[in-house]
């Protein structure tokens, strides 16, 4: 199976486990049961799995998305790592945190040359606007 079918399947895997979770968690919307956090990770995270990786974007060819939205913290988050390291250092964190919608993004990629490509499509597609405008 290829690391992007693998990729794939992860994040659905993710988001069905995710949305698999009875009750209402405190700070929670009512309607689906999901925090404005996990929502807005969701959203982030298949545009960039799509845009970035499964595109074979040649500017992410070098990363493996990991996905870990289904955080007990609080804290969904995905992570570029050097590809096929999944244990390997993060070299972007992208995590919005509690019941806010803000996505915060941090790591070596930020101060990188592709920091501003990737400050760009993460505030796109935040907006809920899931197009791949900015490949290279």
């Not at 992007?4 to 009750?23: E, F």
């Not at 955080?71 to 019941?99: D, E």
């Amino acid at each position: 199976m290829s690391t992007t079918r693998i990729l794939a399947v992860m994040a659905i895997a993710g988001l069905g486990l995710s949305a698999c979770q009875s009750g209402t968690k405190s700070g929670a919307s009512q309607g689906s049961g999901k925090s404005a956090s996990l929502r807005a990770m969701e959203q982030v995270t298949i545009a960039a799995h799509k845009c970035w990786i499964a595109s074979k974007d040649p500017a992410f060819k070098s990363y493996s998305l990991a996905n870990e939205l289904n955080s007990f913290s609080g804290t969904p988050r995905f992570l570029l790592v050097p590809k096929n390291n999944y244990g390997g250092k993060p070299l972007l964190v992208v995590q919005a945190r509690g019941n806010s919608s803000a996505i915060e993004a941090f790591g070596p990629l930020m101060d990188d040359a592709l920091g501003s490509r990737i400050g760009s499509d993460l505030r796109r597609w935040q907006t809920g606007d899931g197009s791949c405008g900015a490949a290279a």
